[in-house]
């Protein structure tokens, strides 16, 4: 296939400006969308941004607000279905858009439904395939745009876009708990949430670091002297210890991705 024009094609998103603008803008206030443009632009020569109603848009396109159409109604994307006829439409408009579909090789980063319609007319289709967590899809495409900078080819930044992604869980160990109280309890999170009948998971977190203090209990006794007692009766750790704990904890939730991409837009000015 080397001799094929490669193209890529994303998908739009319900989150829009509500002005008249270009396409890549439109959608740019969602993150998910923000993170695949950002790549598709350094990627791909040629690469556009699907819609039913609208076929492939090219992103440098004006376009006006619209509502959106959804191909199959999922958790993250309930609205308007589009119709059988909406489909064969959308079809007919890629055909005339494209009627030299053979020489075309097309990267598919979007959703299963559309690229199950694409590859009925693209013979050299292929299916990119996210993960499920919607935040670290989008911070694969912030990292696939990094190695490009860095010289991988294409090929190798879209294996680790579709690479699984494992959550870090290392295995609890028994150990002890504070209460402001003055009671101490030593095991697993399990064997606290059941003697005190507090919430397993909220324990879980305290005794794997992501959670500073929870229901009154800490794992580190220095921090009893630290709580107090909100007016509406819960437990708190000041903010700044708070903070302290949680950005010190190895498998805390990567953040700032907002800011990154706005970084690697500069770069890449």
């Not at 007319?121 to 990292?143: E, G, L, M, S």
């Amino acid at each position: 296939m080397s001799h094929m024009k490669r193209v890529g094609v994303i998908l739009c998103s319900k989150s829009k400006q509500d002005y008249t603008c270009s396409v890549r803008e439109m959608y740019d206030c969602s993150i998910s969308f923000k993170a695949r443009r950002i790549f598709m632009d350094l990627a791909y020569d040629e690469w556009y941004v699907n819609t039913t109603s609208k076929g492939f848009m090219n992103p440098s396109m004006t376009i006006e607000p619209y509502d959106s159409w959804y191909i199959q109604e999922a958790r993250m994307m309930k609205g308007n279905i589009v119709t059988e006829e909406m489909i064969d439409e959308w079809i007919d408009k890629l055909k005339h858009q494209f009627p030299n579909r053979d020489e075309i090789q097309l990267d598919c980063h979007l959703s299963l439904p559309y690229y199950n319609r694409l590859k009925e007319i693209f013979p050299h289709c292929r299916y990119i395939k996210p993960n499920q967590n919607f935040t670290v899809t989008a911070w694969r495409y912030h990292d696939a745009t990094e190695m490009l900078l860095q010289g991988k080819s294409l090929d190798e930044c879209i294996d680790f876009i579709e690479s699984p992604w494992v959550k870090p869980r290392p295995k609890e160990t028994d150990k002890w708990f504070y209460h402001v109280s003055g009671d101490k309890y030593f095991g697993k999170a399990w064997d606290l949430s059941k003697k005190y009948s507090i919430d397993n998971g909220s324990c879980y977190g305290l005794s794997m670091g992501t959670n500073p203090i929870t229901y009154g209990w800490v794992i580190d006794e220095s921090l009893v002297k630290h709580i107090y007692t909100t007016k509406m009766g819960q437990y708190r750790l000041p903010k700044e210890i708070s903070r302290r704990l949680r950005d010190g904890n190895p498998y805390k939730k990567r953040d700032g991705l907002r800011e990154a991409l706005e970084a690697l837009e500069i770069i890449l000015l």
